[in-house]
């Protein structure tokens, strides 16, 4: 992983390297001041990969990657057909030839591991680090529309770069996304949860995680059909993103049940949490084709991870948070359970 992580910062580090030559040898004030900016924005990338890598050492990131060889040989190839890419001397290379070399640097940027890596780069900014690179790759894009002399090959550049930058979305959404309420799915959940995992016992803070089973869902699928009980899916699922904070990440666990991991949560909160997400589904309207209202409600369940205990494993912490939402279902459904406190040994009720 350090070394697939190492790579990264070296294919940065080059295009920081080339958009740096090209400005300082380009006779178009505009188009230089373009390719400094990509430079400048190249920088900020190498610190998200360094950052990323000093957090991988000190054991706050999950090594997401399965076949570390193959991935290595893949990277490796890129940085090489990068190198390839750019020549040694930019003082007699014409303007779209520069344009070329800076369209073919991003191509082989946009590969879908990047995206995946990039989701681990910060707990919870990886929306962040997207909107920043798709404004730098736009920017790519903007000078190959205004500066290429053949617009016909610009436009079909642009229009490569572009579908690119989507497949790349996409891919990364079809491995972690559910496509039916386009949550974060269960692999991208238990991904996150171990790198939050880790963040909250490194520096010694709490981590709440709430479980949430939709009530009586069956019955919805019974009597009004799955189309409609997908409905009560999305509705619950919409609910619950307008109600949590923005620093919570929620996520479809799979079937009927959803998961929220709430970072920086204290027991307190965490119930308080809970039952404003338990109102905002009561208050959800839902219709049947004939236009009868249907009641929607969820059972929550919720743990703690206290900053005074070792946090333990995922799946242990989620087993927790399953107990406490037993409790719910338990006792007439449409209610939280009792909040538990995480410890290795023991769960504590509050």
């Not at 290429?148 to 229009?159: E, H, I, S, V």
Request: aromatic content about 8%; charged content about 25%.
């Amino acid at each position: 992983m350090r070394t697939i992580l190492d790579l990264c910062i070296r294919m940065d580090e080059l295009a920081f390297a080339t958009y740096t030559e090209m400005a300082d040898h380009t006779a178009i004030p505009d188009l230089a001041e373009i390719f400094r900016r990509m430079a400048i924005e190249e920088q900020h990338h190498i610190g998200w990969w360094t950052d990323l890598a000093e957090a991988w050492e000190q054991g706050l990131v999950p090594d997401v990657v399965n076949d570390t060889e193959g991935l290595e040989r893949h990277m490796r190839q890129l940085y090489q057909e990068m190198q390839e890419t750019a020549p040694s001397d930019y003082s007699q290379v014409p303007d779209d030839l520069k344009l070329d070399i800076a369209a073919r640097l991003e191509f082989f940027m946009l590969d879908p591991i990047f995206g995946e890596l990039l989701d681990l780069a910060e707990p919870g900014g990886a929306r962040v680090h997207r909107e920043a690179y798709a404004r730098h790759l736009e920017r790519v894009i903007g000078a190959i529309e205004m500066f290429y002399a053949r617009g016909d090959l610009a436009r079909f550049l642009a229009r490569v770069l572009r579908r690119a930058w989507r497949d790349n979305l996409a891919l990364a959404a079809f491995a972690t996304r559910d496509p039916l309420t386009a949550l974060y799915n269960r692999r991208g959940l238990m991904t996150h949860l171990e790198q939050w995992q880790s963040w909250a016992q490194r520096y010694n803070r709490p981590l709440g995680v709430l479980l949430i089973d939709v009530d009586d869902l069956k019955s919805i699928n019974d009597n009004h059909g799955h189309t409609v009980g997908d409905l009560a899916l999305k509705s619950v699922a919409e609910a619950l993103e307008r109600t949590v904070r923005g620093s919570d990440m929620v996520a479809r666990y799979g079937g009927d049940e959803f998961a929220i991991v709430a970072p920086e949560t204290d027991a307190e909160e965490l119930a308080a949490l809970a039952n404003r997400l338990v109102q905002a589904v009561r208050d959800t309207e839902l219709h049947d084709w004939d236009g009868g209202n249907i009641e929607l409600s969820i059972s929550v369940g919720g743990v703690i991870a206290g900053p005074e205990a070792a946090i333990g494993t995922v799946d242990s912490l989620l087993a927790v948070a399953d107990q406490s939402l037993y409790s719910a279902k338990r006792h007439g459904k449409n209610r939280i359970g009792e909040v538990l406190v995480y410890r290795p040994a023991e769960q504590v009720p509050i």
